[in-house]
């Protein structure tokens, strides 16, 4: 047995059987985050004042992308989206914009998947719409915070725990 | 004006003109890291032995998403993708696997972001398939690392220059 | 509070939750229509006198469409449409193509959005069909004629009541 | 002979040969609108104050579904997209909301259908963030305003010409 | 009454409403098959050695194609997959590669049309991967194996059981 | 080296590079066929008497699936298709229906693929459409016809000519 789920017994990949799991309420939340110049900040920051584009545009994408993760992720269900909610925070000091994602839903498999892809995309609208200010951006710290709902219980990660509320 | 280039007068966001730009041949290189247990990379490469099919399924999900960027990104721009090659490297010293992702094509726009969004896919493909293992696994170090045609010239992160080859 | 369901109490979007609500049958129905010339309609309905391919490929556009709503519209949830049917109506004497769209599922929220891009797609593709004769065409008039099921009840248009059935 | 473009001489479907036009400029706007009570265009401005999110929703969906056109209509071509724009502009005294969108693009074909769409998809938006206020909306007058390059020369719309700019 | 599910009493395509059914777990068998010339197959198997590659692409294309039927096959419904296994079968002495989809699912229609497209799928990528060997390859003999669950009851093909085994 | 084109020396699949290629005129013509009883043919031909919806369904679901290609065939390049014909040939004596798919564009690499997938896909929605009716129906003899353009020349295929015309 490899320990990998997707995995058979012969090496080859498979979208695992949750035909038999119950229906219950499953809820994850994801954060990441993208280091930019203070120039770049800055200039997404006024950019926002009047419209709030920038921002809103990464947040849209976000929660598209949370309902598109099974078409990017190949082995990844199709789960009947609940509710999607993606929270963005420009840090000027520490030139960075953290992305939250929180996903729930009523169904036979987790959210995580669809969280972290929210967290992705959110992130990498951002980098589209600040790459023409500065190419050094990096995309970092992607990573589940918690998870409940399922068999495997409730899952909290600590390490973010004190620096990021959503 | 607000130096970003999705950003119009009003603060609006807006897909860029690009109809009157010359078409020219175009690549872009991009790198990002999954960190994982030893315990998970140590599965991943035994279940990887007989067939192949989690570096694989996360490679084609990779090329994939980088053929449907324009999708995710809203202000990208649908450009004809000449070449994508993914390739990842999986390191049981380090409890890490590290994508690579170069993108070519002759267009009239660069392929930055869809480098950095075949990084991104094959990243959460490899965490989606090592979930049940390690549910404190990290996305990281997304970043380009050389760019060139169009305007802008040629860019090179000096950062990771040692220790990453594709 | 905004009024509107979509915006949270910071005026970010949000897909709004649904994973509490019960599982009930709901039905909705919408119209449109697209003002053409005469000669258009003329052309459409002798085009359309062999193999029916004008109005039927509008019908399957819409069909379509209806399934893809998610994809297309920012907050709306992927729903488990349970059955779509496209009408359509020409009329040499008003120069118009009335389209019907209705759409039935068992589902956590409505079919609303559903019905309406339905309509919508099958009225850009009659466009499409018929812009080589006729620039300045209309599309107009779309709009809810009924809804059923989920909390907020029964609810019927009464101004196209005589004019509109499907 | 139909007349119409997308059915040949036995009344079937066919995506029309575009491979032997030249590639040049070609531009497209086009309007629609959505009626709403006035409450409802308040509840959305109030809304937009602190961030912006309805219309941005409604520009960033429209602007995606620019892209996804070849995807909604069955005969339409993939086109490169070189400039997209979506304008809003919301009216309290009629109460309504204003659609605009431009297409420009290089290619074989023309962006009409691009424009259209993108003006549909961000109603439909509007229409989906304000139906918990307003059930009785309706999309309207969604048309073709200008239309530049390709063998069909330039067209312009008398009928709204005073009464909206872009 | 004509017969075909699809089409109502005036010859239009509808979606046929299954949103009073029952869910219910189902299971559908597909199998096909590409026959090439033997130098193909052989440098499909030595490409297949250190990697896996080739086959493991059509798996995923395969699996991925699965959940995307709804978005290809006008009237098929959008089900909750909940297992999908692809598995492939190179025979040197036939000269060609079989392809079997297993599909089950809780829902409210059955997973027919499913298994059928993740096998077309599957094969249609072995055939881009060796097209630059052989141009005279054959897709063959796609067919329904068994069918469980539904109204319709237990269907098992005769035909190819004894020859076929996933 | 392996002799297929999408794999790398190391054995990896890639999406080879044809950003260097010149554009050139490029054609390819499939063809593929479903068989079925007596009874299904008749009831389909019957069913297609008033408006012809089910061969227009197939016919535009074909052209639909030409376009997304490069989504279902994980190393396809995306093409600015230039034109797509679908025709269906019913046989009562033969009890099948014959798909045939021409396509046309201008680009960097062949047709080839995109003419499978639309003869594939025209075939699964005529079984999607029937499979009420039989069970037992086989969709085979998918191949291509002909193909030109491209550094490979002009291929075409003996077997079907004096049987097959589109």
Same mark, same amino acid.
């Given at each position: 047995?490899? !320990? ?34 203070? @120039? ?14 920038? *921002? ?38 520490? !030139? ?8 729930? *839903?009523? !169904? ?35 990573? *589940?915070? @918690? ?20």
């Amino acid at each position: 047995m490899s !320990g990998l789920s997707h995995i058979d017994e012969k090496g080859r990949a498979v979208m695992v059987d949750v035909s038999g799991k119950e229906e219950t309420v499953r809820e994850a939340r994801a954060r990441g985050e993208i280091r930019m110049s203070r @120039e770049a900040v800055s200039a997404l920051l006024k950019g926002n004042v009047p419209k709030g584009d920038v *921002l809103s545009a990464a947040r849209i994408a976000g929660i598209m992308a949370v309902k598109r993760t099974p078409d990017l992720i190949p082995l990844c269900h199709t789960l009947p989206i609940g509710q999607v909610q993606i929270d963005l925070k420009p840090s000027m000091e520490e !030139g960075s914009i953290t992305a939250f994602c929180g996903v729930k *839903l009523t !169904g036979r498999t987790g959210a995580e998947m669809e969280a972290l892809t929210g967290v992705s995309v959110a992130l990498l609208t951002i980098y589209d719409m600040c790459k023409a200010i500065d190419k050094a951006m990096e995309i970092t710290g992607i990573c *589940l915070l @918690e998870k409940t709902g399922g068999k495997s219980g409730h899952y909290v990660r600590r390490e973010y725990e004190d620096k990021d509320t959503m």
